[in-house]
């Protein structure tokens, strides 16, 4: 008995060392402080003065002292908290490490998504003040977003009051040649002012002035930083040199610094990896009266004070203006979106998904900790009753329990922060090449910041339930209770029960969304395209402008080419078009007129319009639904003739014959004005999500040349070989030509659903990852039951129950856990399910095949989470259990 009551001393002294320190020196104070009374009893019946200013000068000393000693003595609880927390994890490495590698994975997906949003979302634009920056387009009930005109923006840009600055842009690319070998610039022709209005200088020379847009002057070029040093060398006096841009002599007015940005949309987009090389001024030719033609983007920057309604009312009113001056009969509205809007479009939506998804997989790794604690604390009740019977307050118990939480957490967001550094970089290589500011996404420190927050916020989370639930313990009761016999309480049970329920439902709810995702893309992927992909190389070319100005020049040049690639060894068929399918060639309309035909009232006659060589739908493999392909007679001076797709054909024909219909494009038509349709090839989407195949027609290239075409080469066997060939043949037609985005059709076709492939494989990971915890979390509720529960089930058989029904019973409760878990998260997920609307392709948010699915996969996953423990039940031993009791 003695020895007992030595050790609970000795116990009760290393526990509460810290408060015996305390108590010690807060005596020594009281017995310094009366010291300090009498002398200064002394001290007053001979200096008053001088008193005063003692007890002043000691009362500052006590003060700073025992704000010391406070300091000093929290200090050290919390040392000794993390010293003992240390201590308690390091005896139990295994449980350790499994927390630590189950948060490590949640919180580095937490974090590497969260660089994503940092770097996409929250970062600011490169540009000053860039919350007043807009982005400007036209609107109306059939566009709801459609380009300026040109001389719409300049009038605009003259008359409005709203906008402290204003500019256009539209895409221009350009060869550089003269200067090594022949390349291509990727480019935008800009309006005066445009890095202006971003708040962005020239490191070298300066901006496009207005004299530059007038017709004429416009021969003038900045460069970037890139190109100025890799093809200039980085010439200090390359500012006022000509440089031979698309076969004219430009003069480079300036340099931009390193890593400007374009402001743009998707539309704009540059092939992955590239950036801007030039920027060329924008020249106003043509007549100011004929504004029919729109392919201009613009930004603006707002003036202090002004709101973004403020703004899109005038510029209505301008816009309606303007269509009085010029006899428009509809007039377009304006509409100005912000620009960080513009940039991050629908991609906002994805990044948030993402997050959510890993968040959820943070939830289910917490709930997964929490019962792990749970369980140890049930371990270590004997433990905390000895702690509390000798005088440990609740609070100081919960606060060492926090701590060694707190530690496992902070241990996790380590280990995760390393796997987000490697996860960045696949997550960056995987995203679609459109994706905006991609540049800007890596492991920051902010990142370390929300990393840091996060294992604070998750030691907190799955440690506070257990540190509460210990702290509870009743001591006479768990001292008197045998090791053997000592069982956890029923609150203890409920919560890990509702732990196990939740995790369960989490998974649900991912699986759901990964189910979605998934028939989404079968979907996406199943689609008739209406083309045949395999086998096809494509190419961009551009003739400069200049060069090839001469009647007929630019028609001559493309029919050499595709005559000669067409003889050309394992070469099945070759065309040229204005573009390819799935590039975001979109929005480029053609109003026409129909014979005999008058539109709807305040609408008009469009499609999309194209133009192509007499076997560019043979090359493509788009089929001929009636009537013929162009040929080589559908020359110039020959009758003028179009090819139109099946949905142009239902849209103003319907239930007719449309070959042989006219149509023309001039508001007062001759003769020689009307177009006749010769053909009707099938329908091709822009994009494969795209809800249906937009009207469109195609223009013979010979009869309607156009400098900027896109061969295509169907292969016979692997269509890379065919990529030096195509290269001598445009060398030998033009040495000073550049062939440019040379890919396979198969390449085109596996981008554009890239954007949904992306998803589906984040949130199917997530889900896999989320599902397995889940499982984990279930297996070890119930085999914790059955260890608990041992000595019950042992009674149970040697009363004569059998083993089968042992099974049945273990089964049922885990069973009971694993179904209302699952009917939690399907309810859930079916409101949830609506967010991923905008994503999904041709697939019900509520769709019944994805919602029996994941149900079904859950209980699958579940029977040999939950059989494994109930097997180790039905083989209690009979003879412990009696002489246990």
């Known amino acids: 008995m003695a020895v007992v009551l030595r050790f609970l001393r000795k116990l009760k002294f290393l526990l509460f060392r810290g408060q015996f320190h305390r108590e010690l020196e807060e005596e020594m104070i009281f017995h310094r402080e009366q010291v300090e009374k009498d002398l200064q009893r002394d001290v007053v019946s001979s200096d008053t003065a001088s008193t005063a200013a003692y007890r002043q000068f000691g009362n500052q000393t006590r003060l700073k002292e025992q704000c010391h000693e406070v300091v000093v003595f929290s200090f050290e609880s919390v040392v000794q908290d993390v010293r003992y927390a ?116 020239p490191e070298l020379g300066r901006e496009f002035d207005q004299r530059a847009e007038i017709a004429g002057n416009g021969l003038q070029v900045i460069v970037s930083d890139r190109l100025w040093r890799t093809r200039f060398a980085a010439a200090p006096d390359i500012v006022g040199r000509k440089i031979t841009l698309d076969s004219q002599p430009f003069t480079v007015i300036g340099v931009m610094p390193a890593g400007v940005e374009h402001p743009g949309n998707n539309y704009h987009s540059l092939p992955y990896g590239e950036g801007i090389d030039v920027w060329s001024a924008f020249s106003f030719a043509g007549n100011p009266s004929q504004r029919g033609s ?181 001591p006479t009761q768990s001292l008197h209770e045998s090791g053997r016999s000592a069982t956890a309480s029923g609150r203890q049970h409920r919560l890990r029960n509702a732990l196990v329920i939740s995790e369960v439902s989490l998974a649900c709810i991912l699986l759901v969304g990964a189910g979605l995702m998934f028939r989404s893309l079968l979907n996406l992927i199943r689609i008739d395209p209406g083309f045949q992909q395999e086998h096809v190389l494509t190419a961009s070319l551009s003739l400069p402008r200049e060069k090839y100005k001469a009647e007929g ?20 068929s070759v065309g040229a078009g204005s573009d390819v399918p799935w590039t975001g060639y979109d929005e480029n309309l053609g109003g026409f007129s129909i014979e005999g035909k008058q539109p709807p009232p305040d609408q008009e006659f469009h499609a999309r319009y194209h133009m192509a060589t007499p076997d560019y739908f043979r090359a493509l493999g788009m089929a001929l639904l009636r009537g013929r392909f162009f040929t080589e007679a559908d020359k110039k001076d020959a009758p003028n003739v179009l090819i139109i797709n099946q949905a142009m054909a239902n849209l103003y024909w319907p239930h007719e014959d449309v070959v042989g219909k006219r149509l023309t494009f001039s508001d007062t038509p001759k003769d020689k004005d009307w177009v006749t349709v010769v053909g009707i090839v099938g329908n091709v989407k822009d994009q494969p999500n795209s809800p249906g195949a937009a009207p469109a027609f195609w223009w013979p290239e010979l009869q309607r040349p156009n400098p900027d075409m896109s061969l295509v080469l169907r292969a016979q066997g692997d269509p890379q070989a065919l990529v030096a060939t195509v290269r ?147 083989q209690s031993d009979p003879m412990n259990a009696l002489r246990a009791d």
């Open 86 to 201: 240390g201590r308690q994890l390091l005896a139990t490495p295994s449980f350790t490490l499994v927390i630590a590698l189950t948060l490590a994975l949640s919180i580095g997906a937490n974090s590497a998504i969260f660089s994503v949003i940092q770097g996409v979302l929250l970062k600011s634009l490169p540009y000053l003040q860039p919350q007043r920056l807009v982005s400007i387009f036209l609107t109306s009930g059939e566009f709801p977003k459609f380009p300026l005109n040109p001389f719409d923006f300049r009038d605009i840009r003259a008359r409005n009051h709203s906008f402290e600055s204003m500019a256009a842009f539209t895409r221009r690319d350009m060869q550089l040649s003269g200067a090594g070998e022949t390349a291509r610039l990727y480019g935008f022709g800009i309006t005066a002012q445009y890095f202006h209005v971003l708040g962005l200088k």
């Open 294 to 474: 729109h392919y201009m983007d613009g930004i603006a920057r707002l003036k202090n004070g002004v709101t973004l309604s403020q703004a899109n009312a005038e510029m209505d009113a301008l816009m309606a203006q303007l269509a009085r001056e010029h006899g428009d009969r509809d007039p377009w509205r304006v509409l100005l979106i912000p620009l960080y809007q513009e940039i991050v479009g629908a991609n906002r939506r994805i990044l948030l998904v993402l997050l959510g998804a890993v968040a959820m997989v943070l939830l289910i790794a917490c709930a997964n900790a929490a019962n792990l604690l749970l369980a140890r604390a049930a371990r270590r009740q004997r433990e905390i009753a000895v702690r509390l019977a000798l005088g440990a307050p609740r609070r100081r118990l919960i606060r060492q329990l926090l701590t060694e939480s707190l530690l496992l957490s902070l241990l996790g967001g380590a280990l995760g922060i390393a796997m987000a550094l490697g996860g960045v970089k696949v997550l960056v290589s995987l995203l679609p090449a459109d994706f905006p500011r991609a540049h800007d996404i890596h492991v920051s420190l902010p990142v370390f910041a929300f990393t840091f927050l996060v294992s604070i916020a998750t030691g907190i989370l799955f440690g506070l339930a257990p540190a509460l639930q210990a702290s509870r313990t009743d």
């Open 553 to 572: 020049a630019t028609a001559n040049f493309y029919d050499h080419l595709v005559t000669a690639l067409g003889s050309m060894p394992g070469v099945q």
């Open 728 to 874: 001598g043949e445009v060398a030998k037609l033009d040495p000073a030509l550049a062939v440019a985005d040379i890919r396979l059709m198969n390449q085109i076709a596996d981008t554009s659903v890239a954007t949904p492939k992306l998803v589906f494989l984040l949130v199917g990971l997530f889900a896999g990852l989320a599902i397995i915890l889940a499982m984990i979390g279930t297996y070890g509720v119930i085999s914790y039951s059955v260890t608990q529960r041992r000595a019950e089930f042992g009674l149970r058989i040697a009363l004569g129950a059998q083993r089968r029904d042992v099974l049945r019973l273990v089964l049922s409760q885990a069973a009971t856990l694993v179904l209302a878990g699952t009917f939690l998260g399907l309810v859930v997920a079916l409101t949830l399910s609506r967010v991923l609307r905008n994503l999904m392709y041709d697939v019900s948010a509520a769709d019944p095949l994805t919602f029996t699915s994941v149900g079904l996969i859950v209980i699958f996953v579940a029977i040999p989470a939950c059989y494994i423990p109930a097997r180790r039940a039905t």
